[in-house]
């Protein structure tokens, strides 16, 4: 299966760009959000930006590690993070007093950002749940299970080659190095 290792240094900046872009971040609405870049961005260049874990949920694939934060940043369990839970609204709301560091991310993955806000940023939690509802990733994987990362580029296998190739030979570098 394909792996990746989780950036927790771009899941905080991603996470304070979606507060300062829109005002209605719950959890819901920034594990989909997260889902999209790192698809899209997949699907150009054979990686994720974040290389979480994705896991089949009711509401659509949850990238683990991140979704993991965001609890412990609603529950206050993470004093001093850089992004907190305003308790307020019936399901809390993300906030962030700090501008996100957009220098962890090269110009392709800024691009990639952008673009998913642009185009879904504007939508509801659940809205961003029915489009993720219509990818093979979940569609074709199984509930309560990491999503393999070939699932991916199900829905389009042709148009996406040469990312999913790279996204292979990535994984046999890693698979290597791991065997030394």
Request: proline fraction near 4%; charge should be negative; glycine fraction near 4%.
């Amino acid at each position: 299966m394909i792996r990746f290792k989780f950036d927790e240094e771009k899941f905080v900046s991603l996470l304070q760009y979606f507060c300062r872009q829109f005002r209605d971040v719950d959890k819901l609405k920034a594990v989909k959000l997260l889902y999209l870049v790192d698809r899209q961005y997949l699907l150009a260049c054979g990686r994720p930006i974040l290389g979480d874990t994705y896991i089949n949920m009711e509401l659509g694939p949850v990238p683990s590690k991140a979704y993991d934060l965001l609890k412990q940043v609603e529950d206050n369990a993470l004093p001093g993070y850089p992004v907190f839970a305003d308790t307020s609204f019936r399901y809390p709301v993300f906030r962030t007093s700090d501008d996100a560091r957009m220098d962890v991310f090269s110009e392709a993955e800024i691009d990639c950002i952008k673009d998913v806000s642009k185009n879904f940023g504007s939508l509801s939690s659940l809205d961003l749940a029915d489009r993720t509802h219509e990818h093979q990733a979940w569609k074709g994987s199984t509930r309560n299970q990491p999503i393999d990362y070939d699932l991916f580029f199900a829905d389009e296998p042709d148009a996406h080659r040469e990312a999913m190739e790279v996204m292979r030979l990535e994984q046999e570098d890693r698979d290597f190095t791991d065997s030394l």
